[in-house]
């Protein structure tokens, strides 16, 4: 009888051992929450698609932002939802405008503890849904869209920003906001760029979430999911840009595209792990059909190995805890 002469069981026998040895860990400085305001709520509304999140009034919002600080969570990304929606998004230019009260709570709240991002995009200001401006025709005027996004940068900015995210994949939009950013005295706000976004099925839980307008897709501006030398090619278009970190998103389904990202960048790369991930996996969990907390530990694991530097997921707050706790 042949023994093996290898045996890598012998460093999994014990959880000191698979502790010693784990080539991955989770930090919460690793971990940016992504969270929603709405304009006047009295109370939070829960987000019916995804159990556990909800949109928050301003108050709320500054109580999920300490909470998160405490845990010592690495950043914060803010999603705003208007009472009013126009043609042009015009309420997130308004300094007073959900988001960017938002942000000012925010900051006021956490100041220099957590670093305080916003996104940067129309879809949730403009009746239609669309991230951009629409021609007379019907579609997206990217360079009119492109001349919005420096003027929200520099009032996301304005309203105590550390980091803005531009997630509306139109082209040139990083140049655009770090030209603006740096011609109104704001040249130390940083651009996380969303550089390899793909169209995604599995956004529909952040729509409700956002209570969007969309109908139809964002597939003229959004990658298709086919392409993958492509994110390559948005990547080295937004580091030239000036882009300070770059994102993959989603997650899940482009862990390879997130290998390759990771590779090519010299800034650090995020990953969002967005709401269709985490409605699938709190689904699937409400059904008893897997082991929630492990399934959680292990979908955002597997986003750090594949090379996420930091990872956007909801589930931010609570892993910071199982972290403190000693559980993971
Ligand atoms: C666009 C934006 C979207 C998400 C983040 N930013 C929606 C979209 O592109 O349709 C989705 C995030 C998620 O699904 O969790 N502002």
Redesign the pocket.
């Known amino acids: 009888m042949a023994f093996p002469t290898h045996r890598p069981r012998r460093l999994r026998q014990t959880a000191a051992l698979r502790r010693l040895v784990a080539e991955t860990r989770l930090h919460p400085a690793d971990l940016i929450l992504?969270v929603f305001v709405r304009e006047g709520l009295t109370e939070p509304v829960a987000v019916t698609s995804m159990p556990g999140v909800v949109q928050h009034t301003q108050e709320t919002l500054r109580r999920a932002a300490a909470e998160a600080a405490e845990l010592g969570v690495g950043g914060i990304m803010l999603?705003g939802i208007p009472e009013t929606r126009d043609a042009v998004g015009s309420a997130s230019l308004d300094p007073e405008g959900v988001l960017n009260r938002g942000i000012r709570g925010v900051k006021e709240e956490v100041g220099a503890d957590v670093v305080v991002m916003s996104?940067l995009?129309l879809?949730?200001f403009t009746d239609h849904g669309h991230?951009g401006v629409l021609t007379a025709d019907g579609v997206v005027d990217n360079d009119a869209t492109l001349q919005i996004y420096g003027q929200m940068g520099v009032a996301q900015a304005e309203a105590g920003a550390d980091m803005v995210g531009p997630?509306?994949m139109m082209d040139g939009q990083v140049a655009v906001i770090r030209q603006a950013l740096d011609d109104a005295g704001r040249q130390d706000t940083a651009i996380l760029a969303?550089a390899a976004?793909y169209s995604s099925a599995?956004?529909g839980?952040?729509?409700e979430a956002v209570d969007?307008q969309?109908t139809g897709d964002?597939k003229t501006y959004?990658m298709d999911p086919a392409n993958r030398r492509e994110a390559l090619l948005e990547v080295s278009l937004d580091l030239d840009e000036g882009a300070d970190m770059v994102m993959v998103?989603?997650a899940m389904s482009y862990l390879d595209i997130l290998r390759d990202v990771a590779e090519a960048s010299d800034v650090p790369v995020s990953a969002?792990q967005?709401?269709?991930e985490?409605a699938m996996i709190e689904a699937a969990a409400a059904n008893g059909w897997i082991d929630r907390d492990a399934a959680v530990a292990e979908s955002v694991l597997s986003i750090r190995r594949a090379g996420a530097d930091t990872v956007l997921t909801?589930w931010a707050t609570e892993l910071a805890r199982w972290i403190k706790e000693g559980r993971l």
Do not use: N
């Open positions: 992504p999603f996104d995009c879809d949730e991230c997630s509306g969303y976004k599995f956004y839980p952040f729509r969007s969309l964002r959004q998103k989603p969002y967005i709401s269709g985490y909801y």
